[in-house]
């Protein structure tokens, strides 16, 4: 912004509320180029280093979401090995992922948990890859020894996702845990 005044204290009030330069009269022209100039190339790179940071905050958000995906991705992997030997559980654990993310939004819970609790459920069973098939696959009714190896694999998952710092793993934790609580 240009004025012209001819009041020295003007001067002091204009560079406290932004002005970056100013020029007293008398004055010629070259300077004010020069000055004018300057200016310009401080705004410019101003502008360059504020696309900067955009472009940084930009590959950040890609990153955090293509970690998001691997997490993700190794879950489903994970799940689908513990599942491999015991058919019925295909679409049940997909079910039981919906019913959960439905639940929890019914209760009120905020979005990250409702993310959280989406990927993490489908993992509640992954305890039943340490479960001997001759129990695990049994058709009919368990002995009262074969209901106890069958009840541990709530132990059995907890103990296989444990000790990690993803938050998918560690609700997973809590989940393959208390699954079949009630
Ligand atoms: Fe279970």
Known sequence: MLVVTAQPSHKLRALKAGARDF?????EMPEVLARV?????????????LGQNDRLEQRVQERTAELREGYIETILTMTRAAEYKDEYTGSHVQRISFYSRDLACTLGMDKEFVDL???ASPMHDIGKIGIPDHILLKSGGFTPDEWVIMKSHAEMGAKILGNSKSPYLKMGVEIALGHHER
């Open 23 to 27: 020029i007293s009269k008398p004055f």
């Open 37 to 49: 100039r300057n200016m310009l190339e401080v705004r410019l790179l101003q502008k360059e280093l």
């Open 117 to 119: 609790i989406f990927i």
